[in-house]
């Protein structure tokens, strides 16, 4: 395997070399947060917003960060890197526990870990996944703690699909790792954020540039029948960055493949950050 380059505590090396403790609240509680930061050389894609919902998470666990050392850390990885396009992943723990302990002590610091992956942001189609969202209440925190996530796309994947659309109480929030955009008629609609919903940078830059172009965009609550009537579905992350769902294995719907807004959407992201 090519080395990786990250970062620890401050301290730079590859991957390989670096040493967590099995201490680590991170481990032991997935008490910690995280971003994901796309890059296409040297432009970092909307980097104040993602490092607004980092401090955004950390704060709601009371954990405390220095910004400028994060935003420092990130910045160089990127920079001392040979990748041209790829992305930052990025953690932030309350710190090492003498012992595991759920009361944590007032004294943590928090511990930092990041590293750098090259990836393509490449044109994707998707299939697909209808299920019901058993995730923890607090989904707008950006946390580490994805078990939910993990079981409900890997239960997908054994159904040769490779992500899902969560519904709670027949209610539509999001993607197991995006957020989901849908056409009825000439309308495009996304799940209203709520505390169900993480708020995604590229639903929020897909947004502008939708109100922008003078489109229909209504955010709401939305049903499995409002689902039903969909021309069209899509959706964004950081990584996809916007992919096209051809098929969504358990559900009657009647998707247009390439449809107009979808193809709009897509081309209006691309050459604003992509391309």
């Not at 054994?158 to 309308?187: A, L, P, Y």
């Not at 069209?232 to 107009?260: G, M, R």
């Amino acid at each position: 395997m090519k080395e990786i380059n990250a970062v620890h505590n401050g301290s730079f090396d590859s991957l390989e070399s670096i040493k967590v403790s099995p201490l680590s609240r991170a481990y032991t509680f997935s008490d910690s947060v995280y971003e994901v930061i796309p890059f296409l050389g040297d432009n970092i894609i909307a980097f104040e917003r993602h490092m607004k919902r980092l401090i955004k998470s950390s704060a709601a666990l009371k954990i405390s960060i220095n910004e400028q050392v994060i935003k420092n850390e990130i910045k160089k990885l990127i920079n001392a890197c040979k990748i041209e396009n790829g992305y930052v992943y990025y953690q932030i723990s309350r710190g090492v526990d003498p012992i595991r302990s759920h009361m944590y002590k007032d004294n943590l610091s928090a511990e930092t870990f990041g590293y750098i992956v090259k990836h393509n942001f490449k044109d994707q189609t998707l299939k697909v996944m209808l299920c019901e969202d058993i995730r923890w209440s607090r989904c707008d925190i950006k946390s580490t703690s994805l078990l939910g996530n993990i079981m409900l796309m890997n239960n997908a994947k054994e159904q040769d699909c490779n992500e899902v659309i969560m519904h709670k109480n027949n209610i539509i929030t999001e993607g197991g790792s995006s957020n989901i955009f849908f056409s009825i008629e000439e309308r495009i609609c996304t799940p209203e954020l709520s505390m169900d919903i993480l708020p995604g940078i590229t639903r929020e830059l897909l947004i502008d540039l939708i109100k922008d172009d003078g489109m229909t965009l209504e955010e709401g609550k939305y049903t499995i029948n409002d689902l039903k009537k969909a021309d069209s579905v899509w959706f964004t992350s950081s990584t996809k960055p916007i992919a096209e769902v051809t098929q969504i294995s358990n559900l009657e719907v009647n998707l247009k493949k390439d449809h107009h807004l979808f193809r709009r959407c897509n081309k209006l992201f691309r050459d604003k950050y992509i391309n």
